[in-house]
């Protein structure tokens, strides 16, 4: 998946544009250095590690905290033990981003050997900026968003077009959430397996009108989401679509969707539908809560894996408080610990 992107000539991007308008040398010293060695940085000839990378964004205006508070869309809760720009900041948002996604579907996402994966994972060694960007690629199929959140995007031209094919495919989903199931009834075995792409086909599949199916296909092409081979459509590109950088859009998103579950429930489908009103403790509250995110992660390393393609599903899952209260513990402010420096080896 990694292929996609040349992750040197982006790590040079990054480091350029967290640098701003100070000069190199200014730079190397600003993080304590006594050579030039920001300069060696951007010339791609060796790369900081992560921590390292960390520490540059947070010179600038892009802290690491703001990123990874911007990238999660919330304050993951090991921000609130542990410094980012740290080694055990780096191994602690790897493995949240992991959940139990193995490693060996990792190592195969990012390109990396399985165990140059789990010493990265372990934190026994420190992996280069392009290694954790190949990680976060491969751990969250998220790495534009990543980036955006990192710098401005006009400063990483790498990425540019693919961010903005992205943008266009936010804006299919916001105005033809329909365009969701259409991509995953164009990767089953039975659409795949057509002589020729039959148009109304998908429709009738996911009881959709026919014109619905013709004007997700306009939008999916239009964000390279999908291509013409001559006989039927392909599925473009892996990075995985998150609607939540605008919260109202996303919103309106997974109304949708809910809506789409009850007209199902309405019409007596034989899908798993539950529901359970209770009382419980604030300390099960947070247990629940994590467990509700757990599930839903590995939810999506199952669907990540999973071949062939034969069936189109919706997981809408929901876990909310009727009370006033906040959904788990309130979070308490506290200062991030920074370890003492350990002996850790840093990957080339």
Not at 65 to 92: C, K, M, N, Q
Request: charge should be positive; hydrophobic fraction near 40%; aromatic fraction near 8%.
């Amino acid at each position: 998946m990694s292929d996609d992107y040349d992750l040197h000539a982006i790590s040079r991007e990054l480091l350029r544009s967290w640098r701003g308008q100070r000069s190199q040398p200014a730079q190397s010293r600003r993080l304590g250095y006594r050579s030039n060695v920001v300069y060696a940085w951007e010339a791609g000839r060796r790369f900081p590690t992560a921590a390292e990378a960390l520490r540059a964004a947070g010179l600038g205006e892009r802290s690491a905290v703001r990123i990874w508070e911007s990238f999660y869309g919330a304050r993951p809760g090991w921000l609130d033990h542990i410094a980012p720009d740290t080694p055990a900041g780096v191994v602690a948002a790897l493995n949240d981003l992991r959940g139990r996604t193995p490693i060996d579907d990792i190592a195969t996402r990012a390109g990396l050997s399985r165990f140059a994966v789990s010493r990265a994972l372990s934190g026994q060694t420190q992996p280069r900026l392009p290694t954790f960007l190949a990680l976060i690629d491969a751990l969250s199929l998220r790495l534009l968003d990543w980036l955006a959140a990192a710098a401005p995007i006009q400063s990483l031209p790498s990425v540019g077009p693919a961010w903005s094919r992205l943008e266009a495919q936010r804006r299919a989903a916001y105005a033809l959430p329909w365009t969701q199931a259409v991509l995953r009834v164009i990767e089953l075995q039975a659409y795949q397996r057509l002589p020729v792409h039959e148009p109304g086909w998908i429709a009738k599949r996911i009881g959709l009108p026919p014109q619905v199916e013709a004007d997700c296909l306009t939008a999916l092409e239009a964000g390279g989401q999908i291509s013409w081979d001559g006989r039927r459509w392909q599925l473009s590109g892996s990075e995985a679509l998150d609607t939540r950088r605008d919260r109202a859009l996303g919103v309106r998103n997974k109304q949708f969707w809910a809506q789409t579950a009850l007209d199902q429930l309405s019409a007596d489908s034989d899908g798993l539908f539950s529901y359970n009103v209770f009382s419980v403790s604030e300390r099960d509250v947070e247990r629940l809560r994590r467990l509700h995110l757990g599930y839903f992660r590995q939810l999506r390393s199952i669907v990540a894996e999973s071949t062939p393609a034969e069936r189109v599903l919706v997981a809408n899952v929901q876990l909310f408080a009727l009370d006033q209260g906040p959904l788990g513990p309130p979070a308490r402010p506290t200062t991030p610990v920074r370890p003492n420096p350990q002996p850790i080896e840093g990957e080339d």
